[in-house]
């Protein structure tokens, strides 16, 4: 027979929440610096083509 599992307390849900957003925060600073990198021209790590056809 099915037996409910114990509920998450709400320091643990918190804790998950901000690491989750943590996470997400790093991730989008490190994809507009990487855009803006592109855009100026001075990123080395990517081979792209400027011309337009």
């Known amino acids: ?3 409910p599992k ?3 307390s709400k320091a643990k849900k918190n ?4 690491n989750w957003k943590a ?3 790093k991730q989008a600073t490190k994809a507009l610096s ?3 990198s ?3 021209g ?3 790590g990517f081979i ?4 337009e056809e």
């Open 23 to 25: 996470q997400a925060k």
């Open 1 to 3: 027979m099915a037996v």
């Open 42 to 44: 001075k990123s080395r």
């Open 34 to 36: 990487l855009a803006k």
């Open 48 to 51: 792209y083509d400027l011309k």
């Open 38 to 40: 592109v855009l100026s």
């Open 15 to 18: 804790s998950r929440k901000a």
């Open 6 to 8: 114990k509920r998450t």
